[in-house]
């Protein structure tokens, strides 16, 4: 696939048409601010790119549709517009038009409408390159496989102004997630070293593989079921020995006698155990029976501590007063006289409460008396009466033991009874199991299987016979080795040091090496912006060789934008000419040039390299090949679209 021309719409009477030549080294040179270096972004956005990485400015707030017409190898012309995506207020459109050609002229505005998107172009220009189906599969499963498609060739096909002279990256997008290890995944089938016929008679043998996997793993399952099956049987045979279900005098030496043994025992039913009518309702009733008790013996108890109690206080009662009356006893030694009742009879003072007569001191000490009589006499009764509540006490003590004695035999019989329903369900457990095996066992031999995982392995190894039996990474080896062959043969063509190491692509680091005396140097440590440019060149222009040569599936065009940067920058262009003097980066310049042209030249038509460049050479080989010259008012956008608004 080569590029026939780029076409800009404005409207339909403004009409940009930029012609390329087929085959051919095209070259487009032009001061700054022209929109060289926009061509590369419009190619890639007319083929599908996910961005549209054209600049805003002229271009953008010009141009209404971006056209494109690719030529295929078997003469086919297609043209593609994309919708610029400022007309919609947006970032990118993934609507395209699609017209199929020949094309003598652009085709008119107002027939250009979408009818298709990118997902749509990029299966047609996969399969009109001739990308086979295919599934790039990684070793070990680590991540997805890699469906081969246009999106990925596209990437040798592109130096912008930023890559050329870049040390650290080589491919176009290389440095976007992911892009590194699609270029490692995709490089490998573009260069030929895994061809399509293998890629499908290898997914065939996947596939095979994986039925081939499923079998052997229900084999092993079947075997492992066979195998535990054997020493179940026996383990079900010594547990309902164990529970009773089964004669512990019974012998089984082979698996059919534990098979009959465990048969014999299948149908063995459940023994509900009824629990006695009205053991709840006694085990309620001992209980109630235990509370009444306990309730009336602390009732007993408060009236035995009060009475108790009552006892206590009284006899220290009666002590007292008999203390008191031994005291007036001594009354008795005395009688009452004349002597004035309110005067001290020993020292004849005045009193101010009158001495107690004889006679009343005799009034209380009878009355002493009477009380003490009748607190002795109901001393024996209250005795009685402790010891009558304390034979209550006791009986009430031996009729709540007897209750709890009830209480706990009626539980005893009750965990019997849960034991016993234990028992019968860790019985109907086992017979449970055992139904269960002795449905799902099988022990009759399976040939089929071991059929059908012998004649996959039959197909596997007819299928293998087929597939070439060079391995993928001696074929890469191969390739590469022919590419850096080329790249050492090419090296004394451009201004690079070390012309006298062998030149080393690395697919794994995706970068080359200088094979020194000393060490091998790679890209990143390389000095000066001339040996980054000429690399780029040499590895770009060895792999469309190789491609090209290979008839592999890859556009066959390469676009370059500002290579002659690191000689010739705009500033150094004083009279705005493109000419560059005499001088030893003049040489260069004229140099690389001369590469590009002779091996695009040698490649006999098959090759496209367009170039956009500040750089103007006075050479006649350099002039032949110029398109188009974009100074004095000559730019991308004619300056009449944008003049006429003003």
């Known amino acids: 696939m080569q590029l026939k021309n780029i076409i800009l719409y404005k409207d339909a009477e403004h009409v940009r048409v930029l012609p390329f030549e087929l085959g051919k080294v095209n070259i487009i040179t032009g001061e700054s601010k022209s929109g060289k270096t926009a061509i590369i972004d419009i190619v890639d956005y007319c083929l599908g790119s996910t961005d549209c990485k054209i600049a805003e400015g002229v271009i953008k707030d010009q141009v209404h549709w971006f056209g494109l017409t690719v030529v295929f190898e078997s003469k086919e012309e297609f043209f593609i517009a994309r919708l610029n995506p400022n007309v919609r207020g947006t970032q990118t459109v993934s609507e395209i038009y699609l017209e199929e050609g020949p094309f003598e002229s652009a085709p008119p505005f107002d027939n250009i409408h979408n009818n298709s998107n990118t997902a749509g172009l990029k299966e047609l220009l996969s399969r009109k390159i001739n990308i086979a189906e295919n599934l790039q599969m990684v070793e070990g499963n680590t991540r997805d496989a890699l469906e081969v498609n246009f999106k990925h060739s596209r990437i040798f096909c592109f130096q912008p102004q930023g890559l050329i002279a870049q040390r650290d990256y080589l491919f176009y997008n290389q440095t976007e997630p992911f892009v590194p290890q699609a270029i490692k995944d995709s490089l490998p089938y573009f260069l030929g070293a895994v061809r399509e016929d293998n890629l499908k008679i290898e997914q065939q043998i996947t596939q095979k593989r994986r039925e081939l996997n499923k079998l052997s793993r229900d084999k092993n399952e079947a075997e492992k079921i066979h195998a535990e099956g054997v020493s179940k049987s026996f383990s079900l045979v010594e547990e309902a020995k164990q529970i009773g279900i089964m004669n512990k005098s019974v012998v089984v030496g082979s698996v059919p006698e534990a098979l009959v043994a465990l048969d014999g025992i299948k149908d063995w039913e459940y023994q509900v155990n009824i629990e006695p009518t009205g053991e709840n309702s006694a085990l309620k009733q001992l209980i109630d029976q235990r509370s009444a008790l306990r309730e009336e013996l602390g009732t007993l108890e408060d009236t035995i501590n009060a009475t108790q109690s009552f006892v206590n206080n009284n006899f220290s009662y009666s002590d007292e007063v008999e203390h008191h009356k031994i005291r007036l006893e001594t009354i008795h030694l005395f009688h009452e006289t004349d002597h004035d009742h309110k005067k001290c009879p020993l020292c004849e003072s005045q009193l101010s409460i009158e001495i107690p007569k004889v006679d009343v001191i005799l009034q209380s000490l009878n009355s002493l008396s009477k009380s003490l009589e009748s607190t002795v006499r109901e001393k024996p009764r209250l005795n009685n009466y402790l010891k009558e509540l304390a034979e209550k006490q006791e009986n009430f003590k031996s009729e709540i033991v007897k209750v709890e004695q009830s209480l706990s035999a009626l539980y005893t019989e009750r965990e019997n009874a849960r034991t016993l329903r234990d028992l019968n ?222």
């Open 425 to 646: 369900l860790r019985r109907g457990k086992v017979i449970g199991r055992v139904s269960l095996f002795l449905e799902s066992v099988d022990f009759t031999e399976d040939k089929s299987i071991d059929l059908k995982i012998a004649a996959l392995k039959a197909e596997i190894e007819s299928l293998m016979s087929g597939v070439d039996k060079e391995t993928k990474d001696e074929k890469l080896v191969s390739i590469l080795s022919k590419i850096n062959l080329q790249m050492s043969k090419w090296v004394d063509n451009l201004d690079v040091e070390y012309k006298n190491a062998p030149i080393r692509f690395d697919i794994n680091k995706l970068t080359i090496f200088a094979d020194t005396m000393n060490k091998p140097i790679g890209l990143g440590q390389m000095g000066s912006g001339a040996n980054w440019v000429s690399y780029h060149l040499l590895i770009h222009f060895a792999l469309h060789q190789h491609f090209i040569q290979a008839q592999r599936p890859v556009p066959h065009f390469l676009m370059l934008d500002q290579p002659s940067q690191v000689y010739f920058p705009p500033e150094k262009d004083i009279d705005n000419t493109g000419e560059i003097r005499e001088s030893a980066d003049e040489v260069a310049v004229r140099q690389m040039f001369e590469f590009i042209i002779d091996t695009t030249i040698a490649m006999e038509n098959a090759f496209q390299v367009i170039i956009t460049d500040h750089a103007f050479l006075k050479t006649d080989k350099f002039r032949s090949h110029v398109q188009e010259i974009w100074r004095d008012g000559v730019k991308l956008i004619p300056e009449s679209w944008y003049q006429q608004e003003d």
